[in-house]
């Protein structure tokens, strides 16, 4: 372990694999997802189900007397929840060290609190595009917000909303500071599945016909010319870190999200920065990762910048 990850809490012995857990179909899928993650890296797994126990009493108001009898129902549930979850993980990877919490705190305070200290977050996705498990606006909260590494698993709706176990790694690269972390986390991934890794990097948010009202004095294949040789740039260092993963470089003219979920369907992860080079600070995600949470064809891995500060 060299130095950077002692110091990383994401990296120690400790630091497990987290998963949200509500009971629905999208949250078994993550279950069974992040049960087989965290065995194949030798990491512990920790279920979380957010009880949201304030707002039960913002719902009840006045009526203070149905509070407990509420709250009693509510915490019984999380922990049959959570036993489910638990036994099936155990199916699963019979092996594996497996923990649970049900915290008194929503689904995404206690999934964000969760990844100060988690190797990665696991949350669940259904089917259909842009429909959510884990209370809607969970997910966004918890990519958008989370410490460290938030997988989201979405099945391929093209094959019976199976999770894909094959394939290639794509990660979208495009030269901002959130983008190196993607690069990080996709080259060890694919490493880790002994994968090949498709380097994505789209110049489509220039204007290639106009620029301030005027022609710009280059064609498209100029353009794709000097791309191809920044991505090269951009990917030298960890090629030579990793040689054992085989990368295919992909310069288009498409816009990054129309390509990155195109490629999802024959990939079995897409890595992605939470914010890209066009973002302003305070966005809660890039548009590019916003689509690939709700459309990807198979799980999404959104990385943050490692000394971005959680907003």
């Not at 990917?235 to 288009?252: F, I, S």
Request: charged letters at 20%; a negative charge.
């Amino acid at each position: 372990m060299t130095e950077q990850e002692f110091d990383d809490p994401h990296r120690l012995a400790s630091a497990a694999v987290v998963v949200g857990v509500d009971g629905s179909e999208g949250s078994t899928r993550a279950v069974h997802w992040a049960a087989n993650y965290a065995a194949d890296r030798q990491r512990r797994l920790h279920l979380v189900h957010g009880m949201d126990l304030a707002a039960i009493s913002r719902g009840v108001g006045t009526y203070a007397v149905a509070t407990q009898p509420i709250v009693d129902t509510v915490k019984a549930n999380g922990i049959a929840v959570l036993a489910r979850a638990r036994l099936a993980a155990g199916d699963y990877e019979p092996q594996l060290s497996v923990t649970s919490w049900a915290s008194p705190d929503s689904a995404a305070h206690a999934l964000i609190a969760s990844s100060a200290t988690a190797f990665a977050v696991v949350i669940g996705a259904v089917g259909e595009a842009g429909t959510l498990s884990h209370l809607g606006s969970t997910l966004f909260a918890v990519a958008s917000h989370a410490r460290g590494p938030v997988i989201v698993v979405r099945p391929d709706p093209n094959a019976g909303n199976a999770v894909r176990g094959s394939g290639p790694v794509v990660v979208g690269v495009d030269g901002s500071r959130v983008s190196e972390a993607a690069l990080a986390a996709a080259f060890a991934e694919a490493s880790e599945r002994r994968s090949g890794l498709v380097a994505v990097h789209a110049w489509s948010d220039w204007d290639t016909g106009q620029f301030a009202g005027e022609v710009v004095p280059v064609t498209r294949g100029d353009l794709e010319g000097v791309e191809s040789a920044v991505l090269a740039e951009r990917l030298a260092g960890w090629q030579e870190k990793y040689p054992d993963v085989e990368v295919t470089r992909d310069v288009c003219a498409a816009g990054p999200a129309e390509r990155l979920r195109e490629l999802s369907e024959t990939a079995q992860l897409v890595v992605v920065g939470n914010r890209g080079r066009g973002g302003f600070l305070g966005l809660l995600l890039g548009s590019t990762t916003h689509s690939l949470i709700q459309h990807a064809h198979c799980p999404v891995m959104v990385v943050h910048a490692e000394a971005e500060e959680p907003k």
